[in-house]
C-alpha cells in the first residue's frame, strides 16, 4: 500500500532533477554562444588592438594600481560615513513628513520642501554648490575641507531619497497594527517606535541597499572639488600617458563592493519573495 506513493515521489523528484539539469545545460550552451560569439566580435574588429592598448595595458595597470587603490580607501570611508549619517537623516525627515502634529507643521513643510529640491537637483550639482558655496561664504566654523565637503553634499541629496523610501516603508504598515498596539496602552511614540518601524524597515530593506549600491558610485563625484580619491588619481594616471587603463582599474575597485552588494541586494529581495508566497518561515 505505501510502495506505490514512495514510487510516485521517486519518479516525480527524478523528473524534477532531469529537468533541472536540462535547463541548466540550455543555459550554458547559450551563454556560451552568446558570450563567444560577442567576444569574437570584439578581438576580430580591426580596432581592438588600439583599444587593447589604450583600455587594457598590463604594464600601465601595475604601475597605476597601487596609488589608486590607496586612494580607493578615500571612497570607502567617506561612503560609510555618509551611509550612517544618511541612515539617520533620512528616518527622521520621513518620521517628520509622516506625523500630523499642528505644532510640527512647518517641520513638515521644510522636509517636504527638502525632500523635493534635493530629489530634483542632480547630485553632482549638489556636489558643486555645497562644495564651493560655502567655502565662498568665508563664514568661520564652517568646514572647508573638500571632502567633508563632498560627503555632506552626498549626505544632503541621497538622505531625501532614503527619506523616501523610509515613508513608502512606514505608509506599508496596515494602520491596524498601530491600532493594535494603542489598544494595548502604547503611546504614539512607542508604537511608532516597537511596532510600526521595525516592519516598515524589514520591508525596505532591499530598496535602502540599492540606494547606497548607488551611493558608493556617487562618492566618486566629490573628484570635482579636488580630493585625490581613485577616480581622481586614475584621471591623473590616464593624462600622463594618454592610456585609459588606469580609470579600467579604478572601475574594477567600484565593482568589487558593488557588484557583492548587488548579490546580497539580490538574496534578500529573492528571500523577501519566499516569504511573502510563504515558500520559507518568516
Keep these: ?30 551563454s556560451v554562444v ?54 539617520v537623516l533620512g528616518l ?10 499642528p505644532a510640527l ?23 558643486y554648490l555645497i562644495g564651493f558655496g560655502i567655502p565662498a561664504l568665508q563664514l568661520s566654523g564652517l ?27 512606514i505608509h506599508s504598515v496596515h494602520p491596524s497594527q498601530r491600532a493594535a498596539a494603542l489598544a494595548v496602552g502604547l503611546t504614539q511614540t512607542q508604537a511608532m517606535r516597537r511596532v510600526v518601524l521595525p516592519q516598515a524597515v524589514r520591508r525596505v530593506l532591499a530598496p535602502l541597499l540599492n540606494d547606497f549600491i548607488s551611493l558608493q558610485k556617487d562618492v566618486a563625484l566629490v573628484s570635482v572639488l579636488g580630493p585625490l580619491e581613485a577616480f581622481r588619481v586614475a584621471q591623473i594616471n590616464a593624462a600622463e600617458n594618454f592610456n585609459y587603463t588606469p580609470l579600467i582599474a579604478a572601475a574594477l575597485l567600484y565593482l568589487a563592493v558593488t557588484v557583492p552588494l548587488a548579490r546580497m541586494l539580490d538574496r534578500m529581495q529573492a528571500r523577501s519573495r519566499d516569504v511573502t508566497s510563504g515558500t520559507v518561515p518568516l
Design 92 to 101: 527622521v525627515i520621513a518620521l517628520v513628513r509622516t506625523t500630523r502634529a
Design 34 to 87: 552568446v558570450l563567444g560569439g560577442l567576444a569574437a566580435i570584439v578581438l576580430t574588429s580591426s580596432g581592438w588592438p588600439a583599444v587593447k592598448s589604450t583600455f587594457f595595458s598590463w604594464s600601465a595597470f601595475k604601475t597605476s594600481f597601487p596609488d589608486i587603490l590607496k586612494a580607493f580607501w578615500i571612497d570607502v570611508k567617506l561612503f560609510i560615513a555618509v551611509e550612517a549619517v544618511v541612515l
Design 143 to 169: 568646514p572647508t575641507d573638500p571632502v567633508v565637503l563632498g560627503g555632506i553634499a552626498l549626505a544632503m541629496s541621497y538622505s531625501a531619497y532614503v527619506a523616501e523610501v523610509y515613508r513608502a516603508g
Design 1 to 30: 500500500m505505501t510502495t506505490v506513493p514512495v514510487d510516485r515521489r521517486a519518479a516525480r523528484e527524478l523528473a524534477r532533477r532531469r529537468k533541472a539539469r536540462r535547463g541548466t545545460l540550455i543555459a550554458v550552451v547559450s
Design 105 to 127: 507643521f512647518p517641520l513638515r513643510l521644510l522636509s517636504t520642501l527638502w525632500v523635493d529640491i534635493l530629489r530634483g537637483v542632480p547630485t553632482i550639482l549638489v556636489v
